[in-house]
């Protein structure tokens, strides 16, 4: 699966001739693309259906779905499913939403079903079975809010929800207080109890067990996809502030999946495994799920609790690991801080071992070594579960730092990948043997990309490096069959993204490199950011919750890629504050404003306040602003303000750039 020896050439894409035009750079492929971008999955499927069924033609009696089972109050060994019985079940289930009536479809001609809860064996059960009856999942954050779930349900009009037992209530209280109106039958993974049975008829709600919905009825028949049918719709915040559903058909994921195996992930196969636990209401996990089951590979689910991912690692011991930036960054200070604590001879070993890799990977690429790999990364490699032998990431942006340690202590490729809920996560990936880090490779087979210029930030297609060079920068734009087909019942976003030409303008900002032909995202077009964990920021939402404090006259929020939380600038309110708070604190009326800004008890104070307003208007946790920083001057129109008085974000950022940096270096 690569992680060689020695320093390879990579091409990654190559120039369509004849394809610049004014206002955008030449259009680029993958030198492994056809010319009508097409290419096959593994197991020859053109649609989940098929690659479910294919897999389990083949791989009947291999280990499919497994479970951490609970001995003595302790989650002990996992216990596997076979890809027949997941087949048998899912199919029966499938029977039991027809006879539900849950498979009718609307005046459009589809029919929806949400699933509401964490990763576990039930959730592709679940979806599965609506694959197998043309059903349209629906899926939703166990965390997420009720006005977004109202929002998803209402607008989808689904008439039935899976969900595990935790949840249950939460929907019995929504439909109670009348904001999901449309769902009248509840599937819960776990056995219903009397109480909540008649709880739920309380309110109009037939609420079934999952295994009771199986037993409805014994025969049936499948209602295959086509490649066109709509898989699902995964609402995502990622390019406005409310949220929006984009719509996936089977052609969509399937061409995704085709392109990323073309990539290099062709090599994985029925030995490999992975670990389930970054949320499959995400694209990423849910893609990287019917990609294994199509090659026959093994799906573990994590226990439930991220905080005690590092045993289900170690039980599961897993060949492959997709994460977060966030979670590796955990990773590289756990392992730096345990190196760091060595004495004596120990330290000296960790020392000269590290030493000894980062020559060689600088001098040939070499990841592996024989001696030390075995004296003294075994335990580092355990930490995995010691057989892993790709870890992948995407969502946001990542440490080369980190990426480079990560490499050398697990001894294996690390892989950086750049998608979008709307290109069904998997757009961009480098190679295997990459020894670049920061960078996201070229296009998979399956799509092409273009770079449009944003005059307003000064990216252009015409742009050089420092050696004169061409360097194209500007907004991505990706085009083909992986693309989503719309947003739902979203017409004018839908129009904003994609474009008559059928390009998805991502609002991510990259820079074609002039020495390797690999992109890099250096920035975004849009007022929205993701931060290291993946989650998108809307900046005006956030800052308009924090511009109702009296002490706030304007503010600029900011969030650095690689951090996992949210700085700002704020201008303080002059007149509320001489008034309100200066008298009471030692000034007096001739005490200039600069003086008073100066104050930490003054930051203390508005930092205070701010925080009432972010609990009132419900800010998430990643959504709060962390630290601040005082400008006593007022933004105007001769600076940082348009005619219109919005704040010009992009001048903001480079005005304060150096002040940024210094709150991200503070402790926090």
């Given at each position: 699966?690569g992680?060689?020896?020695i320093k390879?050439k990579?091409e990654y894409?190559?120039?369509v001739?004849?394809s610049k035009?004014?206002g955008?750079?030449a259009?680029?492929?993958n030198?492994?693309s056809k010319?009508?971008?097409?290419s096959?999955?593994?197991?020859?499927?053109s649609?989940?259906y098929?690659?479910?069924?294919t897999?389990?033609?083949?791989?009947?009696?291999?280990?499919f779905?497994g479970?951490r089972q609970l001995v003595d109050?302790?989650?002990?060994e996992?216990?596997?499913?076979?890809?027949s019985e997941?087949?048998?079940?899912?199919?029966k289930?499938?029977?039991g939403l027809?006879q539900?009536?849950?498979t009718e479809?609307?005046e459009e001609g589809?029919?929806?079903?949400?699933?509401?809860?964490?990763n576990r064996?039930?959730?592709l059960?679940?979806?599965f079975?609506?694959i197998s009856?043309?059903?349209?999942?629906?899926?939703l954050?166990?965390v997420?809010?009720?006005d977004?779930?109202?929002?998803?349900?209402?607008q989808t009009n689904m008439?039935?929800?899976f969900?595990s037992?935790?949840l249950?209530?939460n929907l019995?209280k929504l439909?109670?207080?009348?904001i999901?109106n449309a769902?009248?039958?509840?599937i819960?993974f776990e056995?219903?109890d009397?109480t909540?049975?008649s709880?739920?008829a309380e309110?109009?709600?037939k609420?079934?067990?999952l295994?009771e919905?199986?037993?409805l009825?014994?025969?049936?028949?499948?209602?295959?996809?086509n490649?066109?049918?709509?898989f699902?719709?995964c609402?995502t915040s990622?390019t406005?502030?409310k949220?929006?559903?984009?719509?996936?058909t089977?052609?969509?994921?399937?061409t995704?999946?085709?392109?990323m195996?073309?990539a290099g992930?062709?090599d994985i196969?029925h030995e490999d495994?992975?670990?389930s636990?970054?949320?499959l209401?995400?694209?990423?996990?849910?893609?990287v799920?019917?990609y294994?089951?199509?090659?026959?590979?093994?799906?573990?689910?994590?226990?439930?609790?991220i905080?005690?991912?590092k045993?289900?690692?170690a039980?599961?011991?897993?060949?492959i690991?997709?994460?977060?930036p966030?979670?590796?960054c955990?990773f590289?200070?756990a392992i730096n801080?345990?190196?760091n604590?060595?004495?004596?001879a120990?330290a000296v070993?960790i020392k000269?071992?590290l030493r000894?890799?980062q020559k060689a990977?600088?001098?040939?690429?070499?990841?592996n070594?024989a001696?030390w790999?075995?004296l003294?990364?075994?335990k580092?490699?355990?930490v995995l579960?010691g057989?892993?032998?790709v870890?992948?990431?995407?969502?946001?942006?990542i440490s080369?730092?980190v990426?480079?340690f990560l490499?050398?202590?697990f001894?294996?490729?690390?892989?950086?990948?750049?998608g979008?809920?709307?290109?069904?996560?998997?757009?961009?990936t480098?190679?295997?043997?990459?020894?670049e880090?920061g960078?996201v490779?070229?296009?998979v087979?399956?799509?092409?990309f273009?770079l449009m210029?944003?005059p307003?930030?000064n990216?252009?297609?015409?742009d050089?490096?420092?050696?004169?060079?061409?360097s194209?920068?500007g907004?991505?734009?990706m085009?083909g069959?992986?693309i989503f087909?719309?947003?739902?019942?979203n017409?004018?976003?839908?129009?904003e993204?994609l474009d008559?030409?059928?390009?998805?303008?991502?609002?991510?900002?990259?820079v074609?490199?002039?020495?390797?032909k690999a992109?890099?995202?250096?920035?975004r077009k849009?007022n929205?950011?993701?931060?290291?964990q993946g989650?998108?920021?809307?900046?005006e939402?956030?800052?308009?919750?924090y511009l109702?404090?009296?002490f706030v006259?304007?503010?600029?929020?900011y969030g650095?890629?690689l951090?996992?939380?949210?700085v700002?600038i704020v201008?303080p309110?002059e007149?509320y504050?001489?008034?309100h708070?200066?008298?009471d604190?030692?000034?007096?009326?001739?005490?200039?404003?600069?003086?008073?800004c100066q104050?930490?008890?003054?930051?203390?104070?508005?930092?205070?306040?701010?925080a009432?307003?972010?609990?009132?208007?419900?800010l998430?946790?990643f959504e709060?602003v962390?630290?601040?920083?005082?400008e006593?001057?007022?933004?105007?129109?001769?600076?940082?303000l348009?005619?219109t008085?919005k704040?010009m974000?992009?001048q903001?950022?480079?005005k304060y750039?150096?002040?940024?940096?210094?709150?991200y270096?503070?402790?926090?």
């Amino acid at each position: 699966m690569g992680g060689g020896n020695i320093k390879p050439k990579i091409e990654y894409m190559q120039e369509v001739p004849n394809s610049k035009i004014p206002g955008s750079s030449a259009i680029y492929r993958n030198p492994k693309s056809k010319a009508d971008l097409k290419s096959k999955i593994p197991s020859g499927g053109s649609t989940l259906y098929e690659n479910f069924i294919t897999a389990c033609q083949k791989f009947g009696s291999v280990r499919f779905l497994g479970t951490r089972q609970l001995v003595d109050n302790k989650l002990g060994e996992f216990a596997w499913k076979t890809h027949s019985e997941v087949r048998e079940k899912s199919q029966k289930l499938g029977f039991g939403l027809h006879q539900l009536g849950l498979t009718e479809l609307n005046e459009e001609g589809h029919s929806f079903i949400g699933i509401y809860s964490k990763n576990r064996y039930e959730w592709l059960v679940a979806d599965f079975a609506c694959i197998s009856q043309n059903i349209t999942t629906v899926p939703l954050y166990d965390v997420q809010q009720s006005d977004t779930i109202s929002m998803i349900v209402n607008q989808t009009n689904m008439k039935g929800i899976f969900c595990s037992s935790n949840l249950t209530s939460n929907l019995i209280k929504l439909k109670t207080q009348g904001i999901i109106n449309a769902i009248h039958c509840i599937i819960q993974f776990e056995d219903v109890d009397l109480t909540t049975k008649s709880q739920g008829a309380e309110v109009g709600l037939k609420i079934i067990s999952l295994e009771e919905a199986c037993q409805l009825i014994n025969q049936g028949q499948d209602n295959p996809p086509n490649p066109d049918s709509w898989f699902t719709i995964c609402y995502t915040s990622g390019t406005t502030g409310k949220s929006k559903g984009a719509v996936i058909t089977h052609r969509n994921i399937v061409t995704m999946m085709a392109g990323m195996a073309d990539a290099g992930f062709g090599d994985i196969n029925h030995e490999d495994s992975n670990l389930s636990y970054l949320p499959l209401a995400h694209m990423l996990d849910r893609a990287v799920c019917h990609y294994l089951t199509g090659v026959g590979g093994g799906i573990g689910f994590f226990g439930g609790d991220i905080t005690k991912l590092k045993d289900d690692l170690a039980e599961l011991k897993p060949t492959i690991f997709v994460s977060v930036p966030r979670l590796y960054c955990r990773f590289y200070d756990a392992i730096n801080q345990m190196f760091n604590s060595a004495t004596g001879a120990k330290a000296v070993l960790i020392k000269k071992a590290l030493r000894a890799k980062q020559k060689a990977y600088k001098e040939t690429g070499a990841i592996n070594h024989a001696f030390w790999d075995t004296l003294v990364f075994k335990k580092v490699k355990a930490v995995l579960g010691g057989r892993v032998k790709v870890m992948l990431t995407g969502s946001a942006p990542i440490s080369g730092d980190v990426i480079n340690f990560l490499k050398l202590v697990f001894s294996c490729p690390f892989i950086e990948a750049y998608g979008q809920t709307e290109t069904c996560g998997g757009s961009f990936t480098t190679d295997f043997n990459e020894n670049e880090p920061g960078i996201v490779g070229g296009p998979v087979s399956t799509l092409e990309f273009k770079l449009m210029d944003v005059p307003d930030m000064n990216y252009l297609s015409t742009d050089v490096d420092e050696y004169g060079k061409p360097s194209p920068r500007g907004e991505i734009c990706m085009r083909g069959e992986p693309i989503f087909k719309l947003y739902y019942k979203n017409p004018e976003i839908t129009m904003e993204t994609l474009d008559s030409d059928g390009w998805l303008h991502t609002g991510d900002v990259g820079v074609l490199l002039p020495h390797n032909k690999a992109l890099k995202i250096i920035d975004r077009k849009k007022n929205f950011f993701k931060l290291s964990q993946g989650e998108y920021v809307a900046a005006e939402k956030v800052e308009n919750a924090y511009l109702k404090s009296y002490f706030v006259s304007q503010i600029f929020v900011y969030g650095d890629s690689l951090q996992y939380y949210l700085v700002a600038i704020v201008v303080p309110e002059e007149t509320y504050i001489r008034k309100h708070w200066a008298h009471d604190n030692g000034y007096n009326p001739e005490a200039s404003f600069e003086d008073i800004c100066q104050d930490p008890r003054l930051k203390l104070k508005i930092m205070e306040d701010m925080a009432k307003y972010a609990k009132e208007d419900k800010l998430l946790g990643f959504e709060i602003v962390k630290k601040i920083s005082i400008e006593p001057k007022a933004w105007t129109v001769d600076d940082l303000l348009t005619p219109t008085q919005k704040l010009m974000r992009y001048q903001a950022k480079v005005k304060y750039q150096d002040i940024i940096k210094a709150l991200y270096q503070e402790p926090l």
